[in-house]
């Protein structure tokens, strides 16, 4: 049989994906600068890049045979992906806690938004911030606030010694500074 004659099983690709976990009755926390960026990272597939696509797809569907274009199919496929990505957006938009973490500025005890730095059992000192979930960047610092780390400094104050519970063992931290951005105006 020709592959001209075969449908091609995109349920692969519309896979909706799974939303990373949230604590049972919890809020999607989320700084303002978080939540701008999802927003402006939403709005630019929506206004930009899906219609550029659109055009595209359009335009190769113009040419005639499909089954063999590959700019059809890959458009129709980055299509799908921008749809996703799309529908991701937008769901955690809708759940998101926009939490200003300015407002504990000069407070000593840790919540949403906090600096940390911290003391592990050697000595060693490590800074977190603590942000949400869809904008935690481990490489800059940021730990979600959801993370086994966070969840142990959460509530806690400078000087507070602390058990982390790690795969392999139970270690204690020391709460040595905690920080939080100025208020803004």
Do not use: C
Not at 121 to 150: H, M, N, Q, Y
Request: no cysteine; charged share 30%; hydrophobic share 35%.
């Amino acid at each position: 049989m020709s592959k001209a004659f075969t449908k091609e099983s995109e349920s692969d690709d519309d896979e909706v994906p799974q939303l990373p976990a949230l604590p049972a009755g919890g809020k999607n926390y989320i700084t303002p600068a978080g939540y701008a960026a999802l927003r402006d990272e939403l709005l630019d597939l929506i206004d930009n890049e899906r219609p550029k696509i659109v055009d595209v797809v359009h335009w190769a569907a113009s040419n005639g045979d499909r089954s063999e274009n590959g700019d059809y199919l890959y458009g129709k496929k980055r299509l799908r992906e921008i749809d996703r990505r799309i529908r991701f957006l937008t769901q955690r938009l809708e759940i998101a806690v926009v939490v200003e973490p300015g407002v504990h500025h000069g407070n000593t005890q840790i919540f949403f938004g906090a600096t940390v730095t911290y003391a592990d059992e050697s000595g060693l000192e490590r800074s977190v911030t603590i942000k949400g979930i869809d904008e935690a960047d481990s490489a800059a610092g940021e730990v979600s606030w959801v993370s086994p780390i966070a969840r142990t400094l959460l509530k806690a104050r400078e000087g507070d010694v602390l058990k982390l519970v790690m795969p392999d063992r139970v270690g204690e931290i020391e709460v040595l500074r905690v920080s939080y951005p100025a208020k803004p105006d």
